[in-house]
């Protein structure tokens, strides 16, 4: 992940824990969808995520989603939407659930495969932009004016 440093000795910011991403993820994933909806993804065991981009100027400007109530992938979700904002589309495609795992050292190794979830769902999410959307816009930019006018 290309986001900045979160660790105590790069920041002064507590670390991120399950718990603490627990509760701001469970307040998000009850906003309503954003305009591009990726597909839903289960695993095995019943779990379902799903998530919501906005994309602006070939960037991700929002990330939402919806899952089931598991508290780790309530927080593996919560790190994704908080991570990508400001990403274009192919470099949070190279975000993978090893990233997420070591993110969160506190999760234990059985329930490693929502991070998996998590980052299928997400991936969905990015492969439903239209390719439009996915590159930047930079025309009309500049806009020179003659000085002497």
Do not use: W
């Not at 990726?38 to 989603?65: E, K, M, P, Q």
Request: net charge positive.
């Amino acid at each position: 992940m290309t986001a900045t440093c979160r660790a105590d000795c790069c920041s002064a910011t507590p670390r991120l824990t399950v718990s603490e991403l627990f509760e701001r993820g469970f307040r998000r994933r009850r906003a309503a969808p954003l305009p591009i909806e990726g597909a839903a993804c289960t695993d095995a065991a019943g779990n379902f995520a799903r998530f919501s981009l906005a994309v602006s100027d070939g960037r991700i400007g929002t990330a939402g989603f919806r899952c089931s109530s598991c508290a780790t992938l309530i927080a593996f979700c919560e790190l994704i939407a908080e991570t990508v904002p400001g990403f274009t589309p192919e470099i949070a495609r190279a975000l993978t659930a090893e990233e997420l795992i070591a993110t969160l050292p506190g999760v234990p190794a059985y329930k490693h495969d929502r991070a998996v979830l998590a980052v299928a769902a997400f991936r969905a999410a990015l492969a439903s932009i239209p390719p439009e959307q996915r590159k930047p816009n930079h025309e009309g930019r500049l806009h020179l004016r003659n000085p002497a006018a």
